[in-house]
């Protein structure tokens, strides 16, 4: 497909450049062309410096700019391109493609002195950050307690409570970029703050009163100008109310206060009801009456904070203790976290920002970073564009640091939670535009004849993702919605570039009726839905997806699979509500990352069980153990153990299983017993894998909705125990105190990620769909809200603030109250929600290509009326214009978009008209015959549990070590049981880090490797070897090994490494060797997965490049070739991807050097084995190696 204009814009390197991406606008293949162009100028891959907001969104760029100079060395024709091209795809490993996070901590390793920071320092993960954090807070308010800052940190405490105190403290050093900002915000006065929060408070509170007002006055206008309205009264008074509130505003807000709101009351009582919504001839008068409604209850908050507006002084006072005791926090954390050596995301950016205040610094990066390129750039916060701020300066002759590529789409901004700031987008655009201008101004760029262009500003509005229907209903909702928001980005129309596509959008609606305290509905929006998809996918007339046929270059219908269909929720918490029924109609399903995996009941479940073998007398822990489905022992059984004699539980389970003779209990205690036993004597892992197999509790659960989640958690925890030990933590009690404070502080770790390619429902947040895209959408609970109050607000002019609290005589707590300044605070904050909330139904509707859904439920008051809804539903409804009633009575609603199309840069514009069905009902679609399973007998078999292998990539290792002993590999690989000895010394597997004690000839193996990987540190150019820098390398490397074994090993190190140099072998070869690339890695794609081997040495020949492998080992000649076949899997690994990497290398030979027979005498046949294929020989085992990566990474 033809890049569009915009895109060709996009591509100029010469200038600074912002790129404003609409969704579906192929962004990424403009950052993988603009970045490959880079390195066909001749810039070095070093010298660019590419951010993205993911590790998944960087790998997959990575994968995607080489995939393309891969293609482009393909499609070579000249021996000149290739030469040219060649080079750039070697040097792409050292390409700098990562996220902000890994930038900073690659800056700070990389001037350790100058940041202050050890090198080797460990980077915390977000609950190990929460919980040193907590730790801290809590020391550093026992320590001012009983300081000389006592009298103070008491107020504070005994007005909010000692537990909320601790939250609010350590709510703000969590949010430490934005306290840090804020710094200089509360140097200043007091009083200077207090009246710059009192103008704006007034300057809010003005515009909302003219603008309900003036729209009150019109509606009473309306009824006065009816003949004989029986409203006619209320409605004359309401507007003499409105005419004398005008005159006031005219005045000026600061001189009539407290007119103001006395009028105010006056006007609400003639309008609305106590509840805030307005009365009937009101409703019936001002067709958007209800929009009134959510200003009258902002100026109810507004009008009973002014009442309060003299606690505003000491809300700023006690403010400012909780900054005093927030600093205190952060400095005992910062001496923690150096004693610890180690970091959180906040500190690598903090210190990086630090560290680029220092001028060398500054200068050194800007000579080595040609160019910049940051990818989601909407979704940074003020730090993070600070750091691509210090890199860039003007001089006279030009400017000074990298040029400059911001890619991004404020309409999706969406992480506000995690700090994002949208106004950082047109903050950076607007500077680099000004740089850019700048430029010109001097004569340093040249101009171009289209503006966008010629500025840098560029857009790119054509969406290649979503069909015209779905094009025109997204344009009518943002941009009707958008321009009406306060805090809200300008929203610029999509351009359609499918427009042979066809596709629907359509609204699923349930009812509720509201019934004396109680909802109840005819159907659920659950089960409406599952009926919904039944019907889509299994029925007579099912949904059809368009797709492109690049066999006929056309596009092309089909029918829509379940693995078609995408249902997002806007918040977590619906879904198991949804799952539920999903279960129930028989739909597969996939619930993408759940979060709360802390709190799943599977780790709960180990945690509580590991609890009781850490102490026998936990009753409690056993309890739990011994009803969950470790053990499932029924509650009858637990109760009447309750009532027995004995001094613990346990005891009284093991007298029960004596005297009753019980199968189930005389079980459940011998395995208890073995558990005890073994608890102190196997690692964590160890452990919980043996939980897993004695209590037989993942076949006990195979039939469960969730078990594939349940054994993909299960595995995470596996990980985190690893993790956990090799750490330095090696004891039980350690690993069961960790799990419970991250299960009591509700971490919000995720839950392990399921595959992906089955033909199931996808279930995931809206969060979570960003930068994906299904042929079918459904919006799932649009009407839900979840009522999240902030704790801390940061404000530019006020500060830090959160709600005042008051002693109440009556009631002798601290009750919380609002004030202006609280009250503007929270105000401005739930604009800035209400506005990201609104981004968020964007993004939404933008993921689905063909057909959208919007699911919501409606609820009927016992009044007969219907309540307007909340959340992304109400949105949809405010900005078609839509009231909810219409819903409940139409079947169906039109709309008319003038929509813009593109095809291949050619450009016009048509009206669509777009029919949305609303359906409130649908039968149980019955199941197509040609869906319908084949049955097949049930064998009275044990089903095998299912086991899933949580590697990323598959490596040459992992493959030979699969096609040599299957067996050793699912130990080894997938239920990650430590290597045997026969194993490790077979040589197809590679020992861990955490591997206990290792055989001694591979310890040999491992030290021989490291010292032939550095050969040039102690050979010359002649082949010569320099014996004192062999011994010294070499006893570096065995002081260094963390094997005992290896403290003999030096002597025999140095022997054989100098054999090997000086056999005739590699003397005939010594300059290709000197020059050889060692221990290089390459990586492949593979389908959806990745093939990867580290080579011990590529060697440059005649021929293109030859393969060796090092080797432990002797044997005769005849001997040497049964010695090499346990190796052969690894090497036509080797081969398939050095052929992946040269296309043009058309023969390829690998060798297996046995070093133990290397001796300076010895000739090439006694200890170096060779093979050679052709490259058509070695592509045809690539199907082999698909087939094989596709089973282990769905390995059933």
């Known amino acids: 497909m033809p890049w569009t204009p915009e895109q060709v814009w996009a591509l100029q390197t010469d200038r600074h450049a912002v790129v404003t991406a609409s969704a579906g606008s192929g962004k990424t293949a403009v950052l993988v062309e603009r970045y490959v162009r880079l390195l066909l100028s001749g810039v070095e891959p070093t010298a660019i410096v590419a951010i993205t907001f993911t590790r998944k969104a960087a790998a997959e760029m990575y994968a995607r700019i080489a995939a393309e100079l891969e293609r482009r060395i393909a499609a070579a024709t000249t021996p000149e391109e290739l030469a040219r091209l060649k080079p750039l795809r070697e040097r792409l490993s050292g390409a700098q493609i990562s996220t902000i996070h890994s930038f900073c901590a690659q800056l700070l390793r990389r001037f350790p002195v100058e940041a202050g920071v050890l090198p080797n320092f460990t980077e915390l993960t977000q609950a190990e950050a929460d919980r040193l954090l907590y730790e801290v807070a809590q020391n550093v308010f026992e320590e001012l307690l009983g300081g000389e800052q006592a009298a103070e940190v008491w107020r504070f405490v005994r007005e909010y409570g000692r537990r909320e105190a601790l939250r609010l403290v350590t709510e703000v050093c969590r949010n430490v970029e934005r306290f840090v900002l804020l710094r200089s915000v509360l140097e200043r006065p007091r009083a200077e703050r207090l009246q710059q929060g009192r103008e704006r408070f007034w300057q809010l509170v003005g515009e909302m009163l003219a603008s309900v007002i003036e729209q009150l006055r019109e509606a009473a206008e309306r009824v006065l100008t009816a003949a004989q309205h029986r409203e006619s009264e209320y409605a004359a008074e309401l507007r003499r109310l409105c005419q004398t509130g005008g005159e006031l505003l005219a005045g000026g807000v600061s001189t009539a206060q407290e007119q103001l709101f006395e009028l105010w009351q006056q006007i609400r009582q003639h309008a609305f009801r106590r509840d805030g919504t307005p009365r009937a001839w009101l409703a019936v008068e001002e067709p958007e009456a209800w929009r009134l409604a959510r200003r009258v209850a902002v100026l109810d908050r507004f009008a009973a904070a002014w009442q309060e507006r003299d606690e505003d002084e000491p809300l700023l006072a006690s403010m400012e203790v909780l900054a005093r005791i927030a600093d205190a926090v952060l400095e005992q954390l910062e001496a923690e976290k150096r004693a610890r050596n180690v970091l959180d995301f906040s500190d690598l950016q903090i210190k990086a920002l630090q560290l680029l205040q220092q001028p060398a610094v500054v200068e050194r990066l800007r000579r080595d970073i040609r160019y910049l390129l940051v990818d989601e750039f909407q979704d940074t916060n003020p730090v993070q564009y ?191 509500r949804l799952t539920a029924m999903l279960q129930q109609y028989g739909i597969p399903y996939l619930v993408h990352a759940g979060a709360g995996f802390f709190q799943t009941p599977e780790v709960q479940d180990l945690y509580f069980l590991l609890r009781f073998l850490l102490n026998e007398r936990d009753d409690y822990a056993l309890a739990v153990a011994l009803r969950s489905p470790l053990f499932a022992l029924p509650d009858g059984e637990l109760l009447q153990m309750s009532f027995e004699e004995g001094q613990t539980l346990w005891e009284r389970l093991c007298r029960r299983s004596r005297q009753r003779a019980d199968a189930q209990l005389c079980w459940i205690v011998q395995t208890l017993e073995l558990l005890r036993l073994v608890a102190p004597r196997q690692s964590l892992a160890e452990l919980l894998r043996t939980i897993a197999e004695r209590t037989l509790w993942l076949v006990r659960l195979r039939h469960s909705p969730r078990s594939t989640q349940i054994r993909a958690n299960v595995q995470k925890l596996l990980d985190f125990a690893r993790t956990f030990q090799a750490r330095g933590f090696r004891t039980l009690a350690d690993f069961v105190q960790e799990l419970e404070a991250l299960i009591e502080t509700e971490i919000p770790e995720t839950e392990a990620v399921l595959p992906a390619g089955m033909d199931a429902v996808n279930v995931l947040t809206i969060h979570a769909a960003k930068g994906l895209e299904f042929p079918v959408v459904v919006l799932y609970r649009m009407a839900a809200t979840r009522d999240k109050p902030e704790v801390v607000f940061f404000d530019e002019q006020l500060g830090i603030l959160a709600r005042r609290r008051r002693w109440d005589e009556e009631a002798g707590i601290w009750q919380p109250i609002e004030t202006p300044a609280s009250v503007l605070a929270r105000f401005l904050e739930d604009a800035r929600q209400q506005a990201e909330e609104q981004r968020v139904l964007y993004v939404g509707l933008t993921r689905a290509r063909d057909h959208l859904v919007l699911s919501a439920t409606l609820t009927v008051r016992k009044d007969g009326t219907v309540s307007f809804p909340q959340g992304l539903f109400g949105f949809v409804l405010d900005s078609l214009g839509i009231a909810p009633e219409h819903l409940l009575e139409e079947s169906a609603f039109e709309l008319s978009e003038e929509l813009e199309l593109d095809t291949n840069g050619q450009r016009w514009r048509e009206c669509l008209r777009l029919r949305v069905p609303i359906v409130r009902s649908l039968p149980i679609a019955e199941v197509r015959e040609s869906r319908q399973l084949e049955h097949r007998p049930v064998l009275p078999l044990l089903q095998p549990i299912p086991v899933q292998w949580s590697a990323e990539r598959l490596s040459a290792t992992q493959y ?237």
């Open 386 to 576: 600070a750091l691509v701020q210090r890199l860039l300066a003007l001089g006279e002759e030009g400017w000074i640091g990298p040029h400059v590529f911001l890619v991004g789409d404020p309409k999706q901004s969406i992480y506000g939670f995690r700090d994002a700031d949208v106004r950082v987008f047109e903050r950076a655009r607007q500077e680099l535009l000004e740089r850019n201008g700048w430029a010109r101004r001097r004569g340093l760029l040249p101009r171009h004849p289209e503006p966008a262009a010629d500025s840098g500003d560029i857009h790119l509005p054509v969406s290649f993702r979503l069909a015209p229907e779905l094009v025109a209903f997204v344009n009518r909702v943002a941009g009707q919605l958008f321009p009406h928001t306060p805090e809200q980005v300008p929203y610029e129309p999509l351009v359609c570039g499918r427009p042979w596509a066809r596709g629907s959008v359509r609204f699923l609606l349930a009812v509720e009726a509201v019934q004396e305290r109680t909802r109840v509905s005819e159907m659920s929006e659950e089960e409406l839905l599952a009926r919904a998809l039944r019907c889509w996918v299994d029925g007579p007339e099912p949904l059809t997806v368009m797709e492109w046929d690049a066999t006929t270059g056309s596009p092309r219908t089909r029918p829509v699979r379940y693995g078609d269909i995408a249902i997002l929720a806007r918040y977590r918490l619906d879904v198991p």
């Open 960 to 1196: 030979a070590l699969f096609r040599l002993d299957p067996e050793s590999f699912l130990r080894r690989a997938v239920l990650g049981f430590p290597a045997t000895p026969e194993e490790l010394l077979s040589g197809a597997v590679i020992a861990r880090d955490t591997e206990r004690e290792l055989p001694d000839p591979l310890v040999l193996g491992q030290l021989l490797h490291q010292l032939l990987a550095h050969v040039t540190l102690w050979t010359t150019e002649a082949g010569e070897v320099l014996s004192d820098r062999l011994h010294a390398l070499a006893r570096a490397l065995v002081e260094q090994s963390p094997y005992a074994s290896a403290a003999d090993a030096m002597e025999w190190l140095c022997e054989r490494a100098a054999a090997v140099v000086t056999t005739p072998f590699l003397q005939q070869r010594w300059g290709a060797f000197w020059r050889a690339l060692r221990e290089y890695t390459l990586t492949v794609p593979l389908g959806e997965n990745f093939l990867t081997g580290t080579l011990d040495v590529l060697l440059p020949t005649d021929e293109g490049w030859e393969i060796w492998d090092w080797k432990l080992g002797a044997a005769g000649a005849a001997e040497l070739s049964e010695l090499a076949r346990p190796y052969e899997p690894q090497l036509r690994v080797y081969a398939y991807l050095v052929s992946r990497r040269f296309p043009e290398q058309h023969r390829l030979c690998a060798r297996l050097l046995f070093i133990e027979a290397a001796r300076a005498d010895v000739p090439e046949e006694r200890w170096v084995w060779s093979a050679c294929w052709e490259r058509h020989e070695v592509m045809a085992w690539e199907e082999e190696f698909r087939t094989v990566a596709e089973r282990l990474f769905v390995l059933q």
